[in-house]
C-alpha cells in the first residue's frame, strides 16, 4: 500500500519562507506531486519530481529525495494569496500507474 | 481548449435516492480519477480508469459506489440508495498517460437531507 505524511496546518508571515514537508512510502514510486487547493475551489498543479534534487519554478520550488522518500515544497517571498491547502501525491506503479494524494497541508499567511 | 467538466454543479437529494454525477474529462486524456473530498479533508481515491484497462475500484467504499466511463470519454459515478455520510464533493480529473498531471474538473457538492 501506500502512505503519504504531510502537517496538517502551517502558518506564516507575509514576505516570509515556508517549507512543506512530505514523506511517503509506497513501492514502484513514478514521481511526486505538489497541487494547490484554494477554499471551495479544484486543486491546481504546481510541481512534479520524478528524479532527485530541487526543481525551481518562480517563487515555488519542489525537492524530492526518493532514498529517504521525502520531499518539501518551498514557497519564498509568501503573499496573502498563497495561503490555501497544498496536497502532494504520488504517483506508483501498482497494476498500472495510479496517484494518491496526501491530506494536504491548510497554509495560513498572516500579515 | 476545454477543460474538465462535471455536472451537475450542485445535487440535494433524499437519503435512500440514488444520484448520477458526471464528468467530462479533457480530449484526448486517457486517465480519469474519481475523488471524494469532505469539508476540511483531503482526497478520498475512489476509481481510476485508464485506456481500455479494468479501472482499479479500490477506493469505493461501498457496493452501492459504482462508476463506468463509456467509449474511453465521460464517466458517471453512480450512488444508490445515498446515506447523509455521502455528502461531500465529488471531483473528478484527467490526465495523459505521459504526464499524469491531473487536471481536475469544479466538483459536484452532494448533499443528502
Known amino acids: 500500500g501506500q502512505n503519504i505524511d504531510q502537517p496538517t496546518e502551517m502558518t506564516a508571515t507575509e514576505g516570509a519562507i515556508v517549507q512543506i514537508n512530505c514523506t511517503y512510502q509506497?513501492?514502484?514510486?513514478?514521481?511526486l506531486f505538489w497541487y494547490q487547493q484554494h477554499a471551495g475551489e479544484a486543486p491546481t498543479f504546481l510541481s512534479y519530481?520524478?528524479?532527485?534534487g530541487l526543481e525551481e519554478k518562480g517563487r515555488f520550488s519542489s525537492f524530492l529525495s526518493r532514498s529517504k522518500g521525502y520531499s518539501y515544497l518551498l514557497l519564498k517571498e509568501l503573499q496573502m494569496k498563497d495561503s490555501a491547502s497544498y496536497l502532494c501525491?504520488?504517483?506508483?506503479?501498482?497494476?498500472?500507474?495510479?496517484?494518491?494524494f496526501g491530506a494536504g497541508t491548510r497554509l495560513f499567511v498572516k500579515a | 481548449g476545454a477543460g474538465v467538466s462535471q455536472s451537475p454543479s450542485n445535487k440535494v437529494t433524499e437519503k435512500g435516492k440514488d444520484v448520477e454525477l458526471r464528468c467530462d474529462p479533457i480530449?484526448?486524456?486517457?486517465?480519469l480519477y474519481w475523488y471524494r473530498q469532505s469539508l476540511g479533508q483531503g482526497l478520498e481515491f475512489l476509481i481510476y480508469?485508464?485506456?481500455?484497462?479494468?479501472?482499479?475500484k479500490s477506493g469505493l467504499p461501498s457496493d452501492r459506489f459504482s462508476a463506468e466511463r463509456t467509449g474511453g470519454s465521460v464517466s458517471t459515478l453512480t450512488i444508490q440508495r445515498t446515506q447523509q455520510e455521502d455528502s461531500a464533493v465529488y471531483l473528478c480529473?484527467?490526465?495523459?498517460?505521459?504526464?499524469?498531471?491531473?487536471?481536475f474538473g469544479p466538483g459536484t457538492r452532494l448533499t443528502v437531507l
Open positions: 480529473a484527467s490526465s495523459s498517460v505521459n504526464t499524469d498531471t491531473q487536471y
Open positions: 509506497t513501492s514502484g514510486f513514478n514521481g
Open positions: 519530481n520524478v528524479l532527485d
Open positions: 501525491a504520488v504517483r506508483a506503479l501498482a497494476g498500472g500507474f495510479k496517484t494518491i
Open positions: 480530449s484526448g486524456h486517457t486517465a
Open positions: 480508469f485508464q485506456g481500455n484497462s479494468a479501472p482499479d
